[in-house]
C-alpha cells in the first residue's frame, strides 16, 4: 500500500505526458529549417576565414570519428601469469612499437575488470566461508 501522494509502482504520475514534437528542439528545428542553406553557408565561409570553430565544425562534418579496427592481437604473455604481469606485457608492447596506445589502452582496461571480476569471486568465497564457520558454532 502507497502512502498518499506516491505513485502507485508501474504507473506514471502523468499518464498523458508531453504531446510528443512539442519541445524547444520541435521549434527551433521548424524556425532554422528554411535557413539551413544559408546558415550552411555562412559556416563554410567562416571556417575559409580561419574560423576555428568553424573550421572544426566543417572538418568534423567531413572526417569520420576515428575507431580501433577490430583485429586479432597476439600478445607474449597475455594469458600467463598475474593480471599485473598480463599489463606490463601490453605496457610493453606499446612501448615497443607493437602496439597503438590506444588498442593497449582498451586491454589493460579489460585486464583491470578481470581483476574487479576476480576480487568479488574471492570475496563470494571468502563470505560463504565465514557464514559456515559462523553457522557451525
Not at 601490453?90 to 576476480?118: F, K, Y
Amino acid at each position: 500500500m502507497s502512502r498518499p501522494g506516491q505513485f502507485q509502482p508501474g504507473q506514471s504520475g502523468n499518464p498523458k505526458g508531453r504531446i510528443p514534437g512539442s519541445g524547444k528542439v520541435a521549434l527551433w528545428r521548424g524556425l532554422l529549417e528554411n535557413k539551413a542553406n544559408e546558415l550552411i553557408n555562412a559556416v563554410i565561409s567562416r571556417a575559409m576565414d580561419g574560423d576555428p570553430v568553424a573550421l572544426r565544425l566543417c572538418v568534423e562534418r567531413l572526417v569520420p570519428a576515428y575507431r580501433n579496427e577490430s583485429r586479432d592481437i597476439t600478445l607474449p604473455g597475455a594469458t600467463e601469469g598475474t593480471l599485473s604481469q598480463r599489463a606490463l606485457a601490453v605496457i610493453t608492447s606499446i612501448a615497443q612499437g607493437e602496439m597503438e596506445p590506444r588498442t593497449g589502452s582498451e586491454l589493460i582496461a579489460a585486464i583491470a575488470q578481470v581483476g574487479r571480476v576476480e576480487e568479488m569471486e574471492q570475496v563470494k568465497v571468502r563470505l560463504a566461508a565465514l557464514e559456515s564457520a559462523v553457522g557451525r558454532s
